[in-house]
Structure formats: C-alpha cells, structure tokens
C-alpha cells in the first residue's frame, strides 16, 4: 500500500479547517492506520494552527498601526478581477 | 543564519552602520509613536517622543553593550518610552492633563495595561520582521504561493493556475516556506527567549 501524498493531506486539511476533528478526519484518509501518514498529517495540522495565529497578530499589529503599517512586502499583484 | 536579529542590529549600530540606524528608526518608530497616543500624545508629540528615545539610546550607544542575560533590549526600550512619555505628559500637566490621569501613569496601573499592548506591538514587529526575512530566503513565486495559499488561504487550484505551478508545488512550496518561517521566529526568538512567539 502506498502512502497518502503531500496533496491528500493537504486535501483533508482544508475539507477539516475551521471545524476539525482528527478522529473523523482521519477516517477519511485511506491509510488511516498508517502511523507515518498520521504524523504527517498531524504535523499539517500544527502547520496551519501556527499559520492562522501569525496571520491573525500581524492583522491585528497592522490594523493598529493604522497609517505606519509596513507591509513585509507580500506580493502586490493580488488574485482576483485581474485572475489570469 | 546572517539575517539581522536584535543583538546584530544592535551591535552594527554600534559600529555606526546608517542602514542599521534606519532599519531601527523602522522597526520602533511605530512602537513609539503608538504607545504615545495611547497616552494621550498628539502627534507632534509622539514625534518628540520617539526622538528622546533616539537621542538617549545614542547618547549611551558609545558605552552600550548588549548583554541579552542581564536584561532584554525589549525591556531596556519600554524603560525608556516609559520615561520620555511621563516627562512629555509633566510638562503639559496641569492644562492638559487631569491630576488623577497623571498619577495612574505614576503609579504604573495604566502602565502595567500599557505595557501590555506594547508587548503585543513587539510580537507584532517580529512577526513582521520574520515574513520580510523569509522573503528574502526565497524565490518570488514561492513566497507568493505561500502567500495566496498559506496566509490567505486561497484555493489552491486559483493560486496554481495564476502562479502557473502544480498544486503539488504550491503544497511544497507552503511547507517549506512554514519551516523556514518557525526557523526564522526562533532565531529571533534566541535573542529574547522570555517573550514567547
């Protein structure tokens, strides 16, 4: 059996984000008894717990700010109306 | 690693390094001008408070050694807004200021909430200062992918088709860019290992 690749976990991360629940999530995953996929998939997990706090304070750091907010020179060119 | 962390930006400084001097008019500017207003400052007079900080901070630059074990630069900064605002704020007293106002700045109750909101400032810049050091770590199209994708969690078949990349690059390059980013934070974080990040 193979194991679960970078973009099936990625997948079952974003289908579990905002209301996640490792028991039920990880019944999704086909290797779900595979203690490696599990680790990486955990790992993905603390990933994007980590990523949404820093999103969330330099948010707030910038809104406070206000007019002395420094951009860390994120990409200007945004998707969108101009979407390929 | 040779990105510019508290110690190093402290020491070229020292050194009389000008870009240095401006990355730390930067970094703490808006640090400053933000606790003066909180205070009550105007803006004029956050100004002020900035450049007594500066002025003090190189007053004693000649004789300053960083010396992260026998106290963090973080404190040594908030000692001194602390005491530039209350001399800013004595000498509007008593117009402007109401007695009992100057004396919870005094007696540090107000402080104590202020300082709070400093520290969160503080967390704030580094977090700033880490996303500006990663984007110097890497390519453009990986820093923007993790951009799209990671911070503005955008579909990764949208950020694929307009970075032109694979979905599996666009995942890649996410988990590289969070490695490097902790990496990055706990550097910053070496310098300062009390403040958690």
Redesign the interface.
Known sequence: MRHCTEEELEKCLNRSRGRFCPTVFLRRLHLRNCPECRSRFRHLVEDDRFLADFVRELDEYRRRLGEFSDSAGEPERKPGRDWK | MSFTTRESLLNKIQDGDQASWEEFY?LY??MA??HGRRLGLSREECDELFQQVMVQFFKSIGTFHYQPELGRFRNYLIRALRHAASRLLEHRQPVEMLPETLSAVNEGGLLNEIDRKIL??W???L??????EL?KQVE?QT??AF??Y??Q??E?G??A??LQMK??SV??AK?RC?AM??NIIGELQKSDPEFKL
Not at chain 2, 127 to 132: D, E, G, H, R, S
């Open positions: 930067l500017r808006p001008f933000r969160a400032d967390r704030g810049a977090f700033n200062q880490a996303l500006a984007k453009q820093f923007e951009c799209f990671g911070l969690r955008r990764v949208e950020v088709d307009y979905p599996g995942y890649t988990s969070v980013l902790r």
